[in-house]
């Protein structure tokens, strides 16, 4: 089996969790704007995210939506995989002096973020070119990683609902 970039999906125990704070504050940093929520009605019992990884498991991107329901994350990002090539990148500037990043949209709507902030311009568009790529031949993971504090760490299962 050919290992290579993946979206890999993380389910937190709610969308007010400790463990996702981090991840909207990086996307709200990015983006302006707090995350957009897909299928949420207020708090929920857990939530979806996911990210592109490389074959060696180093963050490429992150989604920029929070989902309720397993399958509607999958849903996006199948739909993210299809339309990469449609993508506009944007680049941005941390609030703090010196860290760059980028997202890329479609349609208007931000669909991915960076892993991180970059200390050049050049680190950046080198990151740019590597998630395109990554993304445009990523494949699934099955399952999602629970981020809930009663599991051991990376432990997956498969949610029905």
Known sequence: MTVGPRI??????????????????HVRRVTGTAPDLIGLDGETASVIV????????RELGRGAHIYQRFDDAVLGAERLIAE?????VTPVSGDRDGVYGWRAAHAGTTELVCARWYQTDRDRQHSIAIALVALRGASLREGARSNHPSLMAG????FDD
């Open 155 to 158: 432990e997956r299962a498969a």
């Open 8 to 25: 890999v999906f993380t389910r937190f125990a709610s969308s007010t969790s400790p463990k996702l704070r981090p991840w909207r504050e």
């Open 50 to 57: 996911w990210n592109l990884v490389s074959a060696n498991n």
């Open 84 to 88: 990469s090539g449609e993508l506009e």
